[in-house]
């Protein structure tokens, strides 16, 4: 019986959406980074009278860090003017951003979505007459929590 051999899926190949967010264009969902998938469980201690060898760590509640998301700069970018937009109006409302890790054949293999998606930070790397790099645009999302779809 002959065994299919298995290789993880590169980290490298990926695309991220903007939902729920009209003039999206395929540049877009181009970035060359993304942070922040990820959840920690928060747990209490809880002392038991008379135990004095440990306290017990109970489960309270998921937490979920910032997704950051880096690209080149994109000079005319629908995300952008919806950032700028909450930024400048204070209106915000969240979007869903997916996360969709995409195999040899631009095939998603896995894809996580990102609820009530909302921007906090947006920055430029330094301009510097010295380097010859592309300049990098980065994104600070807030959202409540994340499903694998």
């Keep these: ?20 967010l009209s003039g999206v264009t395929d540049q877009d969902n181009r970035f060359q980074e993304v942070g922040g998938l990820s959840v920690d469980i928060q747990t209490e201690d809880i ?20 997704l950051t998301l880096k690209r080149g700069l994109l000079v005319d970018s629908a995300a952008i003017v919806y950032i700028t ?21 631009h095939e998603p293999l896995q894809a996580y ?17 010295n380097d010859s790099k592309v300049v990098v645009e980065s994104m600070e999302w807030y959202y409540q929590y994340f499903k694998i779809l």
């Design 1 to 20: 019986m002959a065994s299919a051999k298995y290789y993880p899926p590169v980290g490298f190949h990926f695309k991220v959406e903007f939902q729920g």
């Design 47 to 66: 002392k038991s009278g008379g135990e004095n060898r440990f306290t017990y760590k109970l489960p309270t509640r998921a937490s979920y860090p910032n």
């Design 85 to 105: 937009d909450a930024i400048n109006t204070m209106e915000v409302t969240p979007i869903t951003l997916q996360v969709t890790l995409l195999n040899e054949k």
């Design 113 to 129: 979505s990102c609820v009530n998606a909302y921007p906090l930070k947006w920055s430029l790397d330094n301009f510097n007459a």
